[in-house]
């Protein structure tokens, strides 16, 4: 005879009481895509760890820092984070609803962040997570989706559509080397050629986000500096940059004569790739950036990184 043994309940499984059911898989939270710079991602997992650990808190601070992060990827850095956000908002990069969002999350935070407010239930930080989820699907996944698809649909319009862009060499460079990119048609009149700042204007994004490419010369041999449209070359930063003493830059004639060489109205990057580079570090950190089709009423958007890839720039600080 069996001593010490715990009684068992021999009653049919179907009259005992329900127990919470545990759910083993899927796992708990959306999967983070890949697309997710490592900063934002840290931030989005610290903030789902605490809420499995009870901590609505420390959830929300966490999601604040994601905002912070995202901020910073963008290049942006306003005094604080209210205003980062709204030039993230300024810059085209979030819409009215998505920065109303942000500003709820952010009041959340600092909620979290200071004493004497009252402690924060789990089902606010539950909504917390959520939303900073869908914010940084928006920003990282989605966009890129539709960028993509808008690459997609252009390419399948027949060349009887007068909605068509007719591609240019450097759109044409692109396509061949499957580089993502979005194109911006602008109202342009030839009789008025417009500044790189009014072009910005007219496109209503920042100066800092549309680049300009400016030849130089150290010695005799040209060079090309990307940068803002906005910001003036600094000569002797470009030519530290190429381990040179000194830069000028190149007179209307010598800019003329490239640009009938490769048959463009204005001279862009992508359109001279036998010429050593450099791009501005700052533009290399933005999450896009605007570059001349080569011919007036048409700006390309891509990703830096495809830019720098491209032109085989190397980056350096070279506006002051």
Known sequence: MLENHEEVDDRDPD??????????????GRPIGPEVPPSVRQELVYARAGLRSGSPASAVLHVRRLLEAVCADHGVSGRTL??????????????????????????????????????????????????????????YVFSRKYRSFRVRRGAAKTPNNRNVLRDTPVMRILRKSQVEFTAHPYPHDPARTKSRSAVADELGIPPRRLLKAVILYLGEHAVVAIAPSEGVIDER??????????????????????GETIAAEILSPL??????????????????????????????????????????????????
Not at 119 to 131: F, G, S
């Open 15 to 28: 009259e005992l009481p329900a127990r919470p059911a545990e759910v083993l898989w899927p796992p708990s």
């Open 82 to 139: 209210f205003h980062a956000l709204r030039e993230l908002r300024r810059g085209g990069l979030i819409d009215g609803w998505l920065l109303a969002w942000a500003e709820e999350l952010r009041e959340l935070g600092n909620e979290a962040a200071h004493l004497g407010h009252h402690p924060l239930a789990k089902a606010e930080a539950e909504d917390a997570v959520e939303l900073a989820e869908a914010f940084v699907d928006y920003l």
């Open 237 to 258: 930063a470009l030519a530290r940059a190429f381990g040179a003493t000194d830069a000028r830059v190149a007179g209307l004639a010598d800019v003329m004569r490239i």
């Open 271 to 320: 359109a001279l790739p036998y010429l050593p580079s450099v791009l501005e570090e700052t533009s290399a950190a933005a999450a896009s950036v605007y570059v001349s089709s080569g011919r007036h009423g048409l700006e390309l958007e891509l990703d830096p990184a495809d830019l720098v890839r491209l032109t085989r720039a190397r980056t350096a600080p070279i506006v002051r």
